[in-house]
């Protein structure tokens, strides 16, 4: 069966960095639910992405975000009744992937994480379904030191996409369907379909041909969203 294929690559990234009792704990104990939601996963990144050419094997072979994807749905299917487990989980797959997501964080169908080296996604996050997300993506707290065990990361809606090296700190509610675009750093909450640009950004008119808008430098104006 393909969940089974999935299952058994992502053991095989992740074994290098387990000890062997966590993986046999592992195997007697995983959840069929989650390697069905992480089918869903890899569907959805094989409809976004065509760099592998559509070949389901180069995706599980090659592709480390979605792997960190994978052993997401592992890790949080275990979460609430073996929570060292999915610790060590977690931690594995940063070591492999690059990508940190918390087992603890609540993460819809058909997740998507793109290119996803540095990015990292707190215990306490929720995202709906159809959400994607690029690398260096922070979706953290507030505070740096201190944190309480309460609610204080984002919770984001669906279909919601996060440009790479964007921040979403707090607890904060992202709209659905809202796009956020790299290098933002979102603080409060954004409506439903809402943009939001880096505070550098331009809109960028085309300039050679007779009578076309002058670029406009209004950073200000570009910041409505955030």
């Not at 592709?63 to 592992?74: D, W």
């Not at 740096?144 to 964007?166: D, E, L």
């Not at 979403?168 to 603080?187: E, Y």
Request: with cysteine.
């Amino acid at each position: 069966m393909r969940r089974d294929n999935i299952y058994y690559y992502t053991l095989a990234r992740l074994t290098p960095f387990l000890e062997t009792a966590t993986l046999e704990l592992l195997d007697e104990r995983h959840d069929e639910t989650a390697m069905t939601l992480a089918l869903e996963d890899l569907e959805a990144l094989i409809k976004s992405d065509p760099s592998h050419r559509g070949l389901e094997q180069c995706y599980l072979e090659s592709c480390s975000p979605f792997i960190a994807v994978s052993t997401y749905r592992l890790a949080h299917a275990c979460w609430s009744r073996e929570p060292l487990m999915a610790m060590k989980l977690c931690h594995a797959a940063r070591v492999a992937t690059g990508v940190e997501i918390h087992p603890g964080a609540t993460i819809g169908r058909r997740f998507v994480v793109d290119h996803g080296t540095g990015t990292i996604i707190g215990e306490t996050a929720e995202l709906g379904d159809d959400c994607t997300v690029l690398n260096g993506v922070i979706i953290g707290s507030r505070r740096m030191n201190a944190n309480m065990a309460t609610k204080r990361h984002p919770t984001i809606g669906h279909r919601v996409s996060i440009g790479a090296y964007s921040q979403l700190l707090g607890n904060i509610v992202i709209g659905d369907d809202a796009r956020i675009h790299p290098w933002s750093i979102i603080t409060r909450d954004m409506h439903p379909h809402e943009r939001a640009w880096a505070d550098h950004a331009a809109r960028v008119e085309p300039s050679d041909r007779p009578g076309a808008p002058s670029i406009r430098h209004d950073s200000a104006s570009m910041m409505s969203a955030l």
